[in-house]
């Protein structure tokens, strides 16, 4: 419950932000800067105008992969 709670909490502060042009929750600032896969894969959702059934698709397949 209470990484629930601190995702919730990254994620209002992160909306409050957007007007100031911090648009990706704190939490995750530093993983996707330092991973240039994870900018790469958003990058390549952006251009392919993924939509949340394919982030979801996409989850559910990660997730039964690290769960081997």
């Known amino acids: 419950m209470a990484e629930e709670q601190a995702t919730e909490m990254y994620n209002k502060a992160a909306e409050s932000r957007k007007s100031k042009d911090v648009v ?12 240039d896969y994870a900018m790469q894969a958003l990058r390549v959702a952006k251009e392919l105008g993924a939509d949340e059934q394919d982030w979801e698709k996409f989850i559910e397949e990660l997730k039964k992969r690290k769960e081997r």
């Open 24 to 35: 990706v929750p704190q939490d995750f600032s530093n993983y996707i800067v330092e991973r």
